[in-house]
T-cell receptor, first 113, second 109 residues
Framework: DTGVSQNPRHKITKRGQNVTFRCDPI?????LYWYRQTLGQGPEFLTY????????KSRLLSDRFSAERPKGSFSTLEIQRTEQGDSAMYLC???????????FGQGTRLTVV | KNEVEQSPQNLTAQEGEFITINCSYS?????LHWLQQHPGGGIVSLFM???GKKKHGRLIATINIQEKHSSLHITASHPRDSAVYIC???????????FGTGTSLTVIP
């Protein structure tokens, strides 16, 4: 297993376009997290899945944001009608069913121009 | 108020110096992570602690659960240690990570 994989690594998009990011967690990790990190700040929680169920969503996740984990394996994060303020690093992490261990992906850096 | 506070925000050190980064938290936790983030974004977990002290090479991490405080020490610092170091705690519900804003370390040759 090569760890948590995120694609793409970089995305540049025009304001108003939709973008979708993918996260492949470590196999058999049933917990998956999405975070957003802006320059100079620590990661901020966006949402959390346990298997395919989305159990928590941050108020940062406006109605333009949607996340799915349809089969409890990979997850996608979609941003509709992107705004310049959406420019950030989007990080994914996965954890096994029990315990506080976590593994992070390399992140997807989004630039909205 | 952030659940996790780190200090200092920025740190510049000469190669060979002993470095300490501090983390205080206000929530109940099951564990604390020290994370390293190099330019380009990838995050690596250096340590996961729930008590006591851990050592890996030149890195030492300690945690005091009663005082809700952890420190990361780097002995004999090297320019390749230059990175952002982030403290993250795992809530004792197990579902939430809280992150500090990070300490940007620059080690000058």
């Amino acid at each position: 297993d090569t760890g948590v994989s995120q694609n793409p690594r970089h995305k540049i998009t025009k304001r108003g376009q939709n973008v979708t990011f993918r996260c492949d967690p470590i196999s058999e990790h049933n917990r998956l997290y999405w975070y957003r990190q802006t320059l100079g700040q620590g990661p901020e929680f966006l949402t959390y899945f346990q298997n395919e169920a989305q159990l928590e969503k941050s108020r940062l996740l406006s109605d333009r944001f949607s996340a799915e984990r349809p089969k409890g394996s990979f997850s996608t994060l979609e941003i509709q009608r992107t705004e310049q303020g959406d420019s950030a690093m989007y990080l994914c992490a996965s954890s096994p069913a029990e315990g506080p261990e976590a593994f992070f992906g390399q992140g997807t850096r989004l630039t909205v121009v | 108020k952030n659940e996790v506070e780190q200090s200092p925000q920025n740190l510049t050190a000469q190669e060979g110096e002993f470095i300490t980064i501090n983390c205080s938290y206000s929530v109940g936790i099951s564990a604390l992570h020290w994370l390293q983030q190099h330019p380009g974004g990838g995050i690596v977990s250096l340590f996961m602690l729930s008590s006591g002290k851990k050592k890996h090479g030149r890195l030492i991490a300690t945690i005091n659960i009663q005082e809700k405080h952890s420190s990361l020490h780097i002995t004999a610092s090297h320019p390749r240690d230059s990175a952002v170091y982030i403290c993250a705690v795992v809530s004792n519900t197990g579902n939430q990570f809280y992150f500090g804003t990070g300490t940007s370390l620059t080690v000058i040759p």
